[in-house]
């Protein structure tokens, strides 16, 4: 069955500390795309960053980074130098190419930045 | 600004109340969606829209009725909800089905 994992509900980081957010998915599609999503307070979703499943490096966008492990099955976001503006909630998706671009969220990891 | 606007931001409304949330997206897209966002759960999409026609409903309730008169704008119309109906309604859009997503900022849904 296809399933994204997120065990973290809630994380907490130092101002200007680094923090990793776990996410593990679980499909027999060879061909998927994993997405991480921010939520603020305000309801709306951001995407922040996208890990195709064929791509053989990490992706990374500003202080984003993805540590993508295919055989762990495992596409963790690593935020660096966090700042207060980081405290949201993230979500991680997993997209299916061969089922028609069916999109499954995890349940969120709350992330709270301390001064 | 995400190009994706919801109307209204916040909703009460009783059981025996009919109402509709509004959804308008001013970046040329032609999928649409909703999703339900319930309190500690994952993201549940709810229908998808492509160039207005519906794709794919995932068996919700019929008291949740969609309607998608052109590529820019997605309703949903609410009557003789449950409490348990109770959520944060997320409208999305992207260029095509299976494309990155934009989404709104939401109605939060309150059924008393």
């Known amino acids: 069955a296809q399933k994204i994992t997120q065990t973290q509900p809630g994380m907490f980081v130092q101002e200007k500390e680094a923090v990793t957010l776990d996410c593990t998915y679980d499909?027999?599609?060879?061909?998927?795309?994993l997405f991480w999503y921010k939520q603020p307070s305000s309801g709306e979703m951001i995407f922040l960053i996208y890990q195709g499943s064929y791509d053989q490096q990490n992706a990374t966008e500003g202080r984003y980074s993805l540590n993508f492990q295919k055989a762990r099955k495992s596409a963790n976001l690593v935020i660096s130098a966090s700042q207060l503006g980081d405290s949201a909630m993230y979500f991680c998706?997993?997209?299916?190419?061969?089922?028609?671009?069916?999109?499954?969220f995890g349940q969120g990891t709350e992330l709270s930045v301390k001064p | 600004e995400t190009g994706v606007t919801q109307t209204p931001r916040h909703l009460v409304m009783g059981m025996t109340n009919k109402k509709s949330l509004k959804c308008e997206q001013h970046?040329?897209?032609?999928?649409m969606y909703w999703y339900k966002q319930s309190a500690k759960k994952p993201l549940e999409l709810m229908f998808v829209y492509s160039l207005e026609e519906r794709v794919e409903n995932n068996s919700v309730p019929s008291r949740f009725s969609p309607e998608c008169p052109n590529s820019s704008h997605l309703f949903l119309h609410l009557h003789t909800l449950q409490p348990e109906d109770s959520a944060l309604y997320l409208c999305?859009?992207?260029?095509?089905?299976?494309?990155?997503?934009?989404f709104g900022s939401g109605t939060q849904l309150s059924v008393l």
């Open positions: 970046l040329g897209h032609n999928a």
């Open positions: 998706a997993m997209r299916l190419y061969n089922q028609g671009g069916k999109l499954i």
């Open positions: 499909t027999s599609d060879p061909s998927y795309g």
């Open positions: 999305a859009s992207s260029p095509e089905t299976g494309e990155k997503l934009f």
